[in-house]
């Protein structure tokens, strides 16, 4: 090729290549403004759940929770355990607390049935390791909240929740949407797609017009149901949860972490027996047992 | 001078032709993977990166490695490896390419690629991966063709590259500290969460890419009548055998924190890999064949007399570099996830669909690093016949 | 020319790839003129008026889009003063019905695939 051309087409290469990476870059003063006002101060508020774990044995209260929570945001039922969806579930004593049990920890104690869901923490890892902001803790009461929109299906938040509240959409999530009789999806709520991570909003939208969660909700309205969640502005001292955080022994997981959670837990003082021994496998939600760390024998 | 791709043997061109199936073959998976979703692969919620990821953590070490050559013809004037930068250079270029691939891959939106650059956010160690990479590749493509063209004008190359070529040395290294960094840093994953991390990350690195090094320039010296010099090979046998035992090393001074210090969640995914984990055992045979590969290429590496001869050099580099891939290809990246965080032994296999996008971008890397050494090949014969 | 016929052969074929767009599209045609759209039940008016939503409709609902998600608001002022609540699906859809007597009709005519479907629902279906 003669040397002009040659030289013709390189430059516009060149060009294309700067244009095309320079651009978008091009706006660092905004960029500059929009990453500093969404590396937010202290929060006005913080949206913060207590669970009463000993209320929540009744698998009548975990299992209004889950499914309402389900139900008002088109999660998807799907069959297998490793494709599945969820966000708010069930797990045994042992898991969701495992530095708080020991060689002689009571069988019922370790196998009680522990509603977990994400934990909003004040330090989220996953807020940190996103790379396009597609997770992110509001400023203004301190949710970490989910842009499906935005993101772009990396999963590095899930490697790096230490509570495994986040679930990948591995297929369309639409045909396993449970629908009514005229076949439309439960709520108005947006399913996702394939391709995004997804989580509990802690029923942002519903905040947004003045309702609590839909598993607070839910789990009010089952008999004996009353106070088994709870939910408040923690930064308040005033408010419910505050009150309650000053006046019983509660926990939280993964302390050790520094990630800050708050999602509470208010243990049963007592060992619990018949009621909370029965295992997880008949939770309606979690559906079968997998094998697991812990359930030894189940395969 | 790239027309040079485009003019070769038959030999040649039925290399070129074995990628072009393979990636077609990958193509079609990922045109399904595209429309059906990443269910396709194995990857599930507990162990949420798989094979791509794995892939593109070894390549980068590969892509690093380059700085094992670079720095001592650069910076310290070691003429033996004078025809070997532009190999390396090449190399990394093609390393670099097929991680960027990997992780493209990997995206369950990847239309949305462009959110990285369009929103970033500093504090992800995956936007600076992706700086990293981006730059990592402009700077080893404009030193390679620069560097090439020289040679083809028997210039010496244009003294602006210069101060390129020294910036790549740091950069090198930075992006496999970086790719470290995406796993070390996660208090979730006990497995990855150790400081030594990025120096084994870095000593496996310097150890499998000039492996791979000597292999290719072996291979070109047969089939390319491009030959490196004996000098140069030595010499990257050398700078094997060391990394190679410093990678050993590290392994030992892991195993003892974890081992001795016995700390259950540290424990647990070492006993995953070696004994397996409630009755799950999956990586075991990989994890005990790789570890004894990785030490009997090492300790037989060291031996002057077994590493100055090439034949034994060939094998025992195919052994290093087989056993790092079983480590950063295979074991690391799944066992972070086992147990999971709420202590799940998930294990995990690579689908078919899954391997054979895997295939298709390492077939992506073989042509352009195919087209690449062509380009040298003929450069370097057009100059030795003038 | 030695290559003359090779020549006018590859041109041949290089016009009809080249042209498929259009005899393609010609005889896919659901014939011509603007798509009939569905009438809105509110005939109040819609958020902005007529000309201005099909020519921007997709800035506004990504704008909306980005204060709803991202800047936690709820409401929209319009040019006119009237406040609308910014969604696709309660707002949108709510007067203009489902969207295939709605958004599909021009969108089919247009050849335009938007992915705000994979997510939000339309009343009907889809």
């Known amino acids: 090729?003669?040397?002009?051309?040659?030289?013709?087409?390189?430059?516009?290469?060149?060009?294309?290549?700067?244009?095309?990476?320079?651009?978008?870059?091009?706006?660092?003063?905004?960029?500059?403004?929009?990453?500093?006002?969404?590396?937010?101060?202290?929060?006005?508020?913080?949206?913060?759940?207590?669970?009463?774990?000993?209320?929540?044995?009744?698998?009548?209260?975990?299992?209004?929770?889950?499914?309402?929570?389900?139900?008002?945001?088109?999660?998807?039922?799907?069959p297998d355990p490793e494709e599945e969806v969820k966000w708010i579930w069930t797990e045994e004593y042992e898991h969701v607390f495992p530095d708080q049990v020991h060689a002689h920890t009571a069988e019922g104690t370790r196998k009680a049935p522990v509603l977990v869901l994400c934990n909003h923490c004040t330090n989220p890892p996953c807020v940190k390791v996103c790379p396009t902001g597609a997770t992110w803790k509001r400023e203004e009461d301190g949710i970490v909240m989910m842009d499906m929109h935005r993101c772009i299906g990396c999963r590095y938040c899930m490697a790096a929740c230490p509570f495994g509240a986040r679930s990948f959409n591995w297929r369309d999530p639409r045909p396993y949407v449970e629908r009514d009789e005229r076949g439309q999806p439960l709520?108005?709520?947006?399913?996702?797609?394939?391709?995004v991570v997804e989580k509990c909003e802690f029923c942002a939208e519903r905040i947004r017009v003045g309702k609590v969660p839909a598993c607070v909700e839910a789990a009010a309205r089952v008999p004996g149901?009353?106070?088994?969640?709870?939910?408040?502005?923690v930064a308040d001292p005033d408010s419910e949860v505050s009150r309650i955080l000053r006046e019983k022994n509660t926990v939280c997981r993964r302390v050790a972490l520094g990630t800050g959670p708050n999602v509470y837990y208010i243990v049963p003082a007592g060992v619990p027996t018949s009621l909370g021994a029965t295992a997880p496998a008949n939770d309606p939600v979690t559906g079968p047992a997998t094998g697991r760390v812990g359930t030894a024998g189940e395969a | 001078m790239l027309q040079n791709a485009f003019q070769g043997s038959r030999r040649y061109w039925g290399l070129v032709g074995l990628w072009a199936v393979l990636i077609l073959v990958g193509a079609a998976a990922y045109s399904r993977q595209l429309s059906e979703g990443l269910h396709i692969t194995g990857m599930s919620r507990d162990v949420s990166w798989g094979l791509y990821i794995s892939q593109f953590?070894?390549?980068?070490?590969?892509?690093?490695?380059?700085v094992m050559v670079v720095l001592p013809y650069y910076l310290h004037n070691y003429k033996a490896f004078a025809r070997s930068v532009i190999l390396v250079e090449f190399l990394a270029v093609s390393a670099v390419l097929t991680c960027m691939l990997f992780i493209f891959v990997d995206m369950g939106q990847p239309r949305r690629v462009m959110n990285v650059v369009l929103h970033p956010r500093p504090d992800s160690p995956m936007f600076w991966d992706f700086v990293a990479l981006s730059g990592y590749l402009l700077l080893n493509l404009i030193i390679g063709t620069v560097t090439i063209e020289a040679e083809r004008k028997d210039l010496p190359p244009p003294r602006w590259v210069r101060p390129l070529i020294y910036l790549s040395i740091p950069w090198a290294v930075s992006i496999h500290t970086v790719t470290a960094f995406l796993y070390s840093g996660l208090g979730a994953r006990p497995f990855w969460m150790t400081a030594i991390l990025a120096p084994r990350f870095l000593a496996s690195a310097f150890a499998s890419g000039p492996s791979l090094l000597i292999l290719l320039a072996l291979f070109v010296r047969r089939f390319g009548g491009f030959d490196v010099g004996r000098q140069a090979i030595r010499a990257l046998g050398t700078i094997v055998t060391y990394a190679m035992i410093i990678n050993l090393f590290f392994v030992v001074v892991e195993l003892f924190t974890t081992l001795y210090g016995a700390i259950p969640h540290d424990v647990h995914a070492f006993a995953y890999l070696f004994t397996g984990l409630e009755g799950r055992a999956a990586l075991t045979p990989w994890t005990w064949v790789g570890d004894l590969l990785a030490v009997v290429s090492g300790l037989l590496l060291v031996v002057p007399a077994v590493r100055h001869k090439e034949?034994?050099?060939?094998?025992?580099?195919?052994?290093?570099?087989?056993?790092i891939w079983i480590e950063k290809g295979l074991t690391l990246v799944v066992t972070g996830f086992i147990p999971s965080p709420l202590g799940a032994v998930t294990e995990y296999a690579p689908t078919v669909p899954e391997v054979a996008i895997t295939v298709g971008v390492y077939a992506v890397g073989g042509l352009i690093l195919s087209a690449l050494y062509k380009v040298v090949l003929s450069v370097r014969e057009r100059v030795q016949l003038a | 020319m030695k290559d003359r016929t090779g020549i006018a052969v590859g041109l041949g074929v290089f016009l009809i790839v080249a042209s498929y767009p259009v005899w393609n599209g010609l005889a896919a045609a659901g014939g011509p003129g603007r798509p009939e759209l569905e009438p809105a039940r509110d005939t109040s008016g819609c958020v902005e008026d007529t000309a201005y939503m099909a020519a921007h409709h997709q800035a506004l609902l990504n704008e909306w889009r980005t204060r709803v998600v991202r800047g936690g608001e709820r409401y929209y002022t319009s040019s006119s003063g009237r406040r609308w609540e910014m969604s696709?699906?309660?707002?949108?859809?709510?007067?203009?019905?489902?969207?295939?007597?709605?958004?599909?009709?021009?969108?089919?005519?247009?050849?335009?695939?938007?992915?705000?479907?994979?997510?939000?629902?339309?009343?009907g279906g889809g």
């Open chain 3, 88 to 123: 696709l699906t309660g707002t949108c859809l709510e007067c203009h019905g489902g969207k295939a007597g709605f958004c599909d009709r021009c969108h089919e005519y247009a050849e335009v695939r938007p992915t705000c479907w994979n997510c939000h629902l339309s009343p």
């Open chain 1, 225 to 233: 149901g009353e106070g088994a969640l709870t939910f408040g502005d």
């Open chain 1, 1 to 78: 090729m003669a040397e002009d051309r040659r030289r013709f087409l390189k430059e516009m290469g060149a060009i294309a290549l700067g244009a095309g990476v320079g651009l978008p870059l091009l706006d660092p003063a905004r960029w500059i403004e929009r990453t500093s006002a969404e590396r937010s101060t202290v929060p006005v508020r913080q949206w913060a759940m207590v669970i009463d774990v000993e209320k929540c044995l009744n698998p009548e209260v975990r299992a209004a929770c889950t499914e309402a929570c389900h139900r008002e945001h088109n999660v998807p039922h799907i």
């Open chain 1, 187 to 195: 709520s108005d709520f947006p399913t996702r797609t394939k391709g």
């Open chain 2, 311 to 323: 034949r034994y050099l060939a094998l025992l580099c195919g052994g290093v570099v087989a056993s």
């Open chain 2, 57 to 66: 953590t070894f390549m980068v070490g590969v892509a690093a490695s380059a």
